[in-house]
């Protein structure tokens, strides 16, 4: 059966949504019909319950739409809820009260059950998966940052693995429903499949002349995961990375080279909405603002 249950990572210190100068540049904003400046200058002036949560690095109740609008949460719930997810595990930090309140209080979830798992310091997006152990079944899960908006169409796909995987998205597909530009692609990971669509392995910010950022067809993580509960034994084996944090990434190759797990791909073409930084909330908000949100 197609998975039902999805964790999210909450816990960022959102620390470039916070910087009120990092709107973008006019290689990270692509917006139809206007220029990289004036997407900067929208950025900049956000609603005032928009710059609040900016400020204070919230981007997942980050208003869509401006004030009185909804929290960017409740769009990922909501397609959480459309692609047959009925459990989902927020992992917050401690002094996330503002979440809890909202989701347990203001606005709880109809279509789906909300947990809450704590990340008692950020020491990385492992120790925060890490964290949720106590909070999933013993069952096939899905993880994705709270930042991204995913289709529910790319998060079915997620689920019909229902096993050890992730979903690969199509990078021209990628440019072309996400605005995102050409040459960002490279900052992304890139992955290499084989032809019985497994995962070889990931390249992180390939260079240029990479084979995988050369081919014809680029498959690009977007950080969509499916995972089995083995994957928290293989964070426990995580060491710091070069950045001093617990990486998710690096639990996936130690669970493929120590533990033998084989990491499943679901490639689509679609799009998927970040939001990062302030410079993202226009573009989110254009692309949303006919969606509805009923978690």
Same mark, same amino acid.
């Given at each position: 059966? =197609?998975?039902?249950?999805?964790?999210? &990572?909450?816990?960022?210190?959102?620390?470039?949504?916070?910087?009120?100068?990092?709107?973008? %540049?006019?290689?990270?904003?692509?917006?139809?019909?206007?220029?990289?400046?004036?997407?900067?200058?929208?950025?900049?002036?956000? %609603?005032?319950?928009?710059?609040?949560?900016? $400020?204070?690095?919230?981007?997942?109740?980050?208003?869509?739409?401006?004030?009185?609008?909804?929290?960017?949460?409740?769009?990922?719930?909501?397609?959480? /809820?459309?692609?047959?997810?009925?459990?989902?595990? &927020?992992?917050?930090?401690?002094?996330? /009260?503002?979440?809890?309140?909202?989701?347990?209080?203001? $606005? #709880?979830?109809?279509?789906?059950?909300?947990? +809450?798992?704590?990340?008692?310091?950020? &020491?990385?997006?492992?120790?925060?998966?890490? %964290?949720?152990?106590?909070?999933?079944?013993?069952?096939?899960?899905?993880?994705?940052?709270?930042?991204?908006?995913?289709?529910? *169409? *790319?998060?079915?796909?997620?689920? @019909?693995?229902?096993?050890?995987?992730?979903?690969?998205?199509?990078?021209?597909?990628?440019?072309?429903? @996400?605005?995102?530009?050409?040459?960002?692609?490279?900052? +992304?990971?890139?992955?290499?499949?084989?032809?019985?669509?497994?995962?070889?392995?990931?390249?992180?910010?390939?260079? #240029?002349?990479?084979? !995988? *950022?050369? *081919?014809?067809?680029?498959?690009?993580?977007?950080?969509?995961?499916? +995972?089995? =509960? $083995?994957?928290?034994?293989?964070?426990?084996?995580?060491?710091? %990375?070069?950045?001093?944090?617990?990486? !998710?990434?690096?639990?996936?190759?130690?669970?493929?080279?120590?533990?033998?797990?084989?990491?499943?791909?679901?490639?689509?073409?679609?799009?998927?909405?970040?939001?990062?930084?302030?410079?993202?909330?226009?573009?989110?908000?254009?692309?949303?603002?006919?969606?509805?949100?009923? =978690?």
């Amino acid at each position: 059966m =197609p998975t039902t249950q999805a964790v999210i &990572l909450a816990r960022g210190l959102g620390t470039r949504m916070r910087r009120a100068d990092d709107a973008g %540049s006019a290689q990270d904003i692509v917006m139809d019909a206007v220029t990289a400046e004036h997407a900067i200058a929208t950025a900049q002036a956000l %609603s005032p319950a928009q710059a609040s949560a900016a $400020a204070g690095g919230a981007k997942g109740m980050m208003p869509i739409g401006g004030d009185g609008g909804r929290p960017f949460l409740e769009y990922v719930l909501s397609a959480l /809820a459309d692609a047959g997810i009925r459990e989902v595990v &927020l992992v917050v930090a401690p002094e996330h /009260a503002v979440v809890r309140e909202h989701f347990t209080k203001i $606005a #709880p979830p109809q279509r789906v059950t909300l947990r +809450f798992a704590v990340q008692e310091r950020p &020491l990385g997006t492992a120790d925060a998966v890490y %964290s949720a152990r106590d909070a999933v079944r013993a069952a096939p899960f899905l993880v994705m940052n709270a930042d991204n908006y995913y289709s529910p *169409a *790319a998060l079915r796909a997620a689920a @019909s693995l229902e096993t050890d995987g992730l979903v690969a998205f199509e990078a021209d597909a990628l440019v072309r429903l @996400s605005a995102i530009d050409p040459e960002r692609i490279l900052r +992304f990971a890139l992955l290499d499949i084989a032809p019985d669509d497994t995962l070889r392995a990931i390249r992180e910010k390939p260079a #240029p002349d990479d084979p !995988l *950022a050369t *081919a014809s067809e680029r498959w690009v993580s977007m950080n969509l995961w499916s +995972f089995t =509960p $083995a994957i928290f034994h293989a964070c426990e084996r995580v060491m710091p %990375s070069p950045r001093g944090e617990l990486e !998710l990434q690096d639990a996936v190759a130690s669970a493929m080279r120590d533990l033998g797990v084989t990491f499943r791909v679901a490639r689509v073409r679609d799009g998927v909405l970040d939001l990062s930084r302030r410079g993202d909330v226009p573009l989110v908000s254009e692309r949303l603002a006919d969606v509805a949100a009923w =978690p």
